[in-house]
């Protein structure tokens, strides 16, 4: 079954560097999205992606952030700068019906 | 913007016992879809359910779009099936998907 892949699974990170966390959507999907969940909250929605731009964006999603797909196939998501309160699992989502498949998270830990 | 709400949002079962999660959405939505959160935090995603019940094990789930909840049934259930529980329902626009808090299930042996 195919499915969203992300990497890494875990990074550390000193305060005030920038950290890219990548993920690869399934490769038929059209809508590609990252979300943020810090430790015991609620998955908060960062941004979401349609057709090579942004579609919609969170009050979280601050000039701290940006998006990309380089190549294609990957989808990244860049934290410019990174704060302790950055540290938070991300996730990573696509579909191209309703259906969502997320990816299994990358756990950021910035120090 | 769509609210999500679910209840309880905490539950303790003994191994075995039978639970029923509910999730209640305040708008209509194209989709809805359950996942259980494993303690090493990954989204395990569980049902793909807009409308109806669908089965998968001792899971199963039903909405009823109409009424704007959804059901999840958990059935004998088992240590592994600790962790916390969401819904998230796409709304009508399509942009993203809207998450409840969670339902943090324990199972004691």
């Known amino acids: 079954e195919p499915e969203v892949t992300q990497t890494p699974s875990h990074q550390v990170t000193q305060m005030g560097q920038e950290v890219i966390l990548r993920c690869v959507p399934i490769?038929?999907?059209?809508?590609f999205y990252w979300y943020r969940q810090i430790l015991g909250q609620k998955v908060e929605f960062l941004v979401s992606?349609?057709?090579?731009?942004?579609?919609?964006k969170s009050e979280i999603f601050d000039d701290q952030f940006s998006v990309e797909r380089p190549d294609g196939s990957n989808f990244t998501l860049k934290i410019r700068s990174t704060k302790l309160e950055d540290s938070a699992m991300y996730f990573c989502a696509s579909h191209r019906e309703l259906e969502a498949f997320f990816g299994q998270g990358t756990r950021l830990t910035v120090v | 913007g769509i609210q999500v709400e679910q209840s309880p949002p905490d539950l303790i079962l003994q191994e075995g016992a039978n639970s029923t999660l509910r999730c209640n959405f305040s708008d209509s939505v194209n989709n809805l879809q359950w996942f259980h959160q494993n303690p090493w935090g990954q989204l395990i995603n569980l049902f793909y359910?807009?409308?109806g019940t669908k089965q998968n094990g001792r899971l199963s789930a039903t909405t009823v779009a109409t009424e704007r909840y959804s059901l999840l049934y958990i059935s004998s259930s088992q240590t592994t099936d600790s962790g916390v529980y969401f819904c998230?329902?796409?709304?009508?626009?399509?942009?993203?998907?809207?998450f409840g808090p969670g339902t943090r299930l324990s199972v004691l042996p």
């Open positions: 359910i807009p409308s």
């Open positions: 490769s038929n999907h059209l809508y």
């Open positions: 998230a329902v796409l709304d009508n626009y399509g942009q993203n998907f809207v």
């Open positions: 992606f349609y057709n090579n731009e942004i579609s919609e």
